[in-house]
């Protein structure tokens, strides 16, 4: 150990008696803690990973290490937080580092439980697909001692492999966009010194991929050779090779497209792209609206053919397609959707009257039987399928009747994956499939040679051509509208098609209805013109969201201390999926997502303590409760409580869009900074880019208004603000630099432009594609179109 700065140590642990031993010895742990203080203090210079696999109680083991020596050398990082460089370790002479795996219950202070930290695979067997744990920062390969390789040897001499274990580790790390940084070879430690001098002669091409500010969690790539990344990524690099990298993410546009390295090139110390959404009409090929007739509206003027299906008028939402048991809509040949030997991504909402314990409703299909060519979007027993014949994935999800849900089915050709999403979530998806490839015509409501049926009904179904970002599918989840040019639905022409009778007597019923909508609508003009309100920072009964998380009871007593760590997530994910979707988180979920892999005994009482704890703080402010509602937990708020993201969010819903007073208030809301500032939690990240991308427009959208009243500060301000949110949004830039040329200082117009092209550089690794005079004519003429600036 003393002398190998690469070697770690591992260990068996048991529970014997109150103490914790290594099993067939008399030694205790607290013997292997006084060693590995020894080494540590013995090398000031050594970074030592310390890996112990226990069942049973891990706050024993964390007990025992806290009153230990080697104590001030230990290091901890809390789910979340990137890991620092070893020169950071060893300056901070936090060079210990402690990882536990197996059957653990609680958590420590100093032991890094494996699955939350390291992507692990296993030399001795073949991993197929990618892990959904590949974008953990950290990289572990177990059993390499175990590698079948091609060449024999005598005795341990291994090193006549070398071939073989280090094409493996060029392999897997090529894979998975990862350096190795723990190998396992057991007791075998120095007859594979030769790995790491061999890994290091290769040059390490790394970098960040981001969008609005954060980095992304998963990256695919089109090369063959790669599948799944994290958004930190670390490739090697061959001499004389020429590399291409070609990274996507579903609803995004990458800056810059390509990564190429060659020979003649100085390799740069990282790599940072951009990722920028895409439209969401970008790649759409049909959009139903069921507005009494089934009616595409990228192609109004086909008419489709079906049987038994009608049109209802559904109380939640409006006019709905009405597919009940043998009922089915002919909609053609599948590549007028893009659906064959292509990425592609269906998504309705979908309502089941009946939902069949021992058979299949259908949403989507066609009747072809043969491989690949038999596509059924399904639910089997009750369970959302994405089939494509002896090609399927099924998710363990289950749906009841009578809800209306968002669904949608992705395929990514690239990785062969198979993805169901239900209410904006992903249940669940599959690597390895290959692609659809039937030529019959696809039928709604139907599928299986007619053998499964829809019973229930439909509404705006989509068909894109390419895979959808899940923030994409959680803004269609959400209701957003697809804006398809400046499509408007006909008058539908009443009088011919039921007679003059039926007609006067419809047209009067229209006249008084007319009456009722001019009255509401007045009403509802009235209320949109109010100014919400936005109270004042230590206003009585308020939550607020943007900046740091702030709460101030019914007596103006500050308690955002009460809400700890775990309390402060339930509340928030039930009420972020309240404003979602009004039905609130189901039980079941919000266990999947805030105690992950505890057994389930351990989970309910986790959660019933936590739910206590909140509600019993709630008690302190009006307007807020959380309830239990058929498995479901509830935010139920009234106006006398206030959330400014609660507001925030209410504005955005509004249909066509705020006026200048909401915009207006809509800034004060976020101008207190990023929503949930230092708040990480994985499954916030959708809502938190949702929400990045809101306050962009928006605040763009105000910056034409105050143009108009040539309010110039106000605009700077707008800027500022959106370039927190995006430091390099080519907009807010550009605004910023007009008004400097506005108010004639052209000389800090230019300094800012060249600050944004300097730091452009450094992020993306190129120069900006544009001048000063080119990129203030280029932005002048886009959002003269896009805003209506002067």
């Given at each position: 150990?003393?002398?190998?700065?690469?070697?770690?140590?591992e260990?068996?642990l048991?529970?014997e008696d109150?103490?914790?031993?290594?099993p067939?010895?008399?030694?205790?742990?607290?013997?292997?803690?006084?060693?590995?203080?020894q080494?540590?203090?013995?090398?000031?210079?050594k970074?030592?990973?310390?890996?112990l696999?226990f069942?049973?109680?891990?706050?024993?083991?964390?007990?025992?290490?806290?009153?230990?020596?080697?104590?001030?050398?230990i290091?901890?990082l809390?789910?979340?937080?990137?890991?620092?460089?070893?020169?950071?370790?060893i300056?901070?002479?936090?060079?210990?580092?402690?990882?536990?795996?197996?059957?653990?219950?609680?958590?420590?202070?100093?032991?890094?439980?494996?699955?939350?930290?390291?992507?692990?695979?296993?030399a001795?067997?073949v991993?197929t697909?990618?892990?959904?744990?590949?974008?953990?920062?950290?990289?572990?390969?177990?059993?390499f001692?175990?590698?079948p390789?091609?060449?024999?040897t005598?005795?341990n001499?291994i090193?006549n492999?070398?071939p073989?274990?280090?094409?493996?580790?060029?392999?897997?790390?090529?894979?998975?966009g990862?350096?190795?940084?723990?190998?396992?070879?057991?007791?075998n430690?120095?007859?594979?010194?030769?790995i790491?001098?061999q890994?290091n002669?290769?040059?390490?091409?790394t970098?960040?991929?981001?969008?609005?500010?954060?980095?992304l969690?998963?990256i695919?790539w089109?090369?063959?050779?790669?599948?799944?990344?994290?958004?930190?990524?670390?490739?090697?690099?061959?001499?004389?090779?020429?590399?291409?990298?070609?990274?996507?993410?579903?609803?995004y546009?990458m800056?810059?497209e390509?990564?190429?390295?060659?020979?003649?090139?100085?390799?740069?110390?990282?790599?940072?792209?951009?990722?920028?959404?895409?439209?969401?009409?970008?790649?759409?090929?049909a959009?139903?609206?069921?507005?009494e007739?089934?009616?595409n509206?990228?192609?109004?003027?086909?008419?489709?053919?079906?049987?038994n299906?009608?049109?209802?008028?559904?109380?939640?939402?409006?006019?709905?397609l009405?597919?009940?048991?043998?009922?089915?809509?002919?909609?053609?040949?599948?590549?007028?959707y893009g659906?064959?030997?292509?990425s592609?991504?269906?998504c309705?909402f979908?309502?089941?009257?009946e939902?069949?314990?021992?058979?299949?409703?259908?949403?989507?299909?066609?009747?072809?039987?043969?491989?690949?060519?038999?596509?059924?979007?399904?639910?089997?027993?009750?369970h959302?399928y994405?089939?494509?014949?002896a090609?399927?994935?099924i998710?363990?999800?289950?749906?009841?009747?009578?809800?209306?849900?968002h669904?949608a089915?992705?395929y990514?050709?690239?990785?062969?994956?198979?993805?169901?999403?239900?209410?904006?979530r992903?249940?669940?998806?599959?690597?390895?499939?290959?692609?659809?490839?039937?030529?019959?015509?696809?039928h709604?409501?139907?599928?299986?040679?007619?053998g499964?049926?829809?019973?229930?009904?439909?509404?705006?179904?989509?068909?894109?051509?390419?895979?959808?970002?899940?923030?994409?599918?959680?803004?269609?989840?959400?209701?957003?509208?697809?804006?398809?040019?400046?499509?408007?639905?006909?008058?539908r022409?009443?009088?011919?098609k039921?007679?003059?009778?039926?007609g006067?007597?419809?047209?009067?019923?229209?006249?008084?209805?007319?009456?009722?909508?001019?009255?509401?609508?007045?009403?509802k003009?009235?209320?949109?013109?109010?100014?919400?309100?936005?109270?004042k920072?230590?206003?009585?009964?308020q939550?607020?969201l943007?900046?740091?998380?702030?709460?101030v009871?019914?007596?103006e007593?500050?308690?955002s201390?009460?809400?700890t760590p775990?309390?402060?997530?339930?509340?928030?994910?039930?009420?972020?999926?309240?404003?979602?979707?009004?039905?609130g988180?189901s039980?079941?979920?919000?266990?999947?997502?805030?105690?992950?892999g505890?057994?389930?005994?351990?989970v309910?009482?986790?959660?019933?303590v936590?739910?206590?704890?909140?509600?019993?703080i709630?008690?302190n402010l009006?307007?807020i409760?959380?309830?239990?509602?058929?498995?479901?937990?509830?935010?139920?708020?009234?106006?006398?409580?206030?959330?400014?993201?609660?507001?925030?969010?209410?504005?955005?819903?509004?249909p066509?869009?705020?006026?200048k007073?909401?915009l207006e208030?809509f800034?004060?809301?976020v101008?207190?900074?990023?929503?949930?500032?230092?708040?990480?939690?994985?499954?916030?990240?959708?809502i938190?880019?949702?929400?990045?991308?809101?306050?962009?427009?928006?605040?763009?959208?105000?910056a034409?208004?105050?143009?108009?009243?040539?309010?110039?500060?106000?605009?700077?301000?707008?800027?500022?603000?959106i370039?927190?949110?995006d430091?390099?949004?080519?907009?807010?830039t550009w605004?910023?630099?007009?008004?400097?040329r506005q108010?004639?200082n052209?000389?800090q117009?230019?300094?800012?432009?060249e600050?944004f092209?300097?730091?452009?550089?450094?992020t993306?690794?190129?120069?900006?594609?544009?001048?000063?005079?080119?990129?203030?004519?280029?932005?002048?003429n886009?959002l003269?179109?896009?805003n209506?600036?002067?």
């Open positions: 150990m003393q002398s190998d700065t690469n070697a770690g140590l260990f068996e048991t529970k109150e103490q914790i031993m290594l067939g010895t008399e030694r205790k742990f607290d013997y292997i803690l006084e060693r590995i203080n080494i540590i203090t013995t090398d000031s210079t970074v030592l990973p310390v890996f696999h069942d049973g109680n891990i706050q024993l083991l964390d007990s025992i290490i806290s009153s230990s020596g080697v104590v001030p050398h290091f901890y809390p789910q979340g937080e990137a890991w620092p460089s070893l020169e950071y370790l300056q901070a002479n936090r060079r210990v580092i402690f990882f536990i795996s197996g059957d653990v219950k609680n958590s420590g202070k100093t032991l890094h439980y494996i699955d939350d930290y390291i992507f692990e695979i296993s001795n067997r991993n697909g990618t892990d959904k744990n590949t974008n953990r920062e950290l990289f572990m390969i177990s059993n001692g175990d590698l390789v091609s060449n024999s005598r005795g001499d090193k492999m070398v073989d274990y280090i094409n493996y580790l060029l392999e897997n790390w090529t894979r998975y990862k350096k190795p940084n723990f190998i396992f070879v057991g007791n430690i120095l007859n594979f010194d030769f790491i001098f890994l002669s290769f040059t390490w091409i970098g960040t991929i981001r969008a609005s500010g954060k980095t969690d998963k695919y089109k090369n063959p050779e790669v599948s799944i990344t994290g958004g930190k990524f670390c490739f090697p690099y061959r001499g004389g090779d020429e590399l291409t990298l070609t990274p996507f993410v579903p609803g546009r800056t810059p390509q990564i190429i390295v060659t020979g003649e090139m100085e390799v740069p110390e990282n790599y940072h792209i951009m990722a920028r959404p895409v439209e969401l009409t970008q790649g759409l090929t959009s139903f609206i069921f507005d007739k089934t009616r509206v990228l192609a109004p003027e086909k008419s489709y053919t079906g049987q299906f009608s049109f209802s008028r559904d109380f939640e939402r409006g006019p709905v009405r597919l009940p048991e043998n009922a089915n809509v002919n909609l053609g040949n599948p590549d007028i659906l064959r030997n292509s592609f991504t269906v309705c979908v309502k089941f009257s939902i069949l314990e021992y058979n299949d409703n259908a949403v989507l299909g066609n009747y072809e039987t043969e491989y690949r060519r038999g596509l059924h979007l399904i639910l089997r027993s009750g959302p994405f089939g494509l014949w090609n399927d994935y998710s363990t999800e289950k749906l009841e009747p009578n809800v209306w849900y669904m089915w992705r990514i050709i690239e990785t062969g994956e198979q993805a169901i999403f239900l209410n904006g992903n249940i669940g998806s599959s690597n390895g499939h290959p692609p659809f490839s039937g030529t019959a015509d696809i709604l409501g139907s599928a299986l040679s007619q499964a049926s829809m019973r229930g009904y439909i509404d705006d179904l989509n068909f894109w051509n390419r895979p959808l970002g899940a923030e994409e599918i959680t803004r269609l989840a959400l209701n957003e509208e697809i804006k398809v040019g400046n499509e408007k639905i006909p008058p022409d009443f009088l011919n039921y007679g003059l009778i039926l006067i007597t419809v047209l009067s019923i229209l006249v008084f209805i007319l009456v009722i909508l001019t009255f509401i609508h007045k009403k003009e009235f209320v949109n013109n109010q100014k919400p309100r936005v109270p920072k230590n206003a009585a009964n939550i607020c943007f900046g740091n998380f702030n709460a009871d019914n007596q007593n500050d308690i201390t009460q809400f775990k309390v402060k997530e339930l509340f928030l994910f039930v009420l972020l999926a309240t404003l979602k979707n009004k039905n988180a039980v079941s979920i919000i266990d999947a997502h805030l105690w992950p505890l057994p389930a005994r351990k309910s009482n986790n959660r019933a936590t739910l206590n704890k909140l509600r019993k709630l008690q009006d307007g409760e959380i309830v239990t509602q058929n498995g479901y937990l509830i935010a139920n708020l009234e106006k006398s409580f206030f959330c400014d993201y609660v507001e925030a969010f209410e504005l955005c819903q509004l066509g869009g705020m006026n007073t909401q208030t800034f004060q809301l101008k207190k900074g990023r929503f949930l500032k230092g708040t990480n939690w994985a499954w916030l990240d959708e938190r880019g949702y929400t990045g991308n809101q306050v962009i427009d928006n605040l763009l959208k105000l034409a208004y105050y143009n108009n009243d040539n309010d110039l500060p106000k605009m700077e301000a707008l800027a500022k603000r370039l927190e949110y430091d390099l949004n080519e907009e807010a605004l910023q630099v007009w008004v400097l108010m004639h052209i000389h117009a230019r300094f800012h432009f600050s092209c300097t730091k452009y550089q450094n993306l690794g190129e120069k900006f594609p544009m001048n000063f005079e080119q990129f203030n004519g280029h932005f002048s886009l003269k179109m896009k209506g600036l002067k």
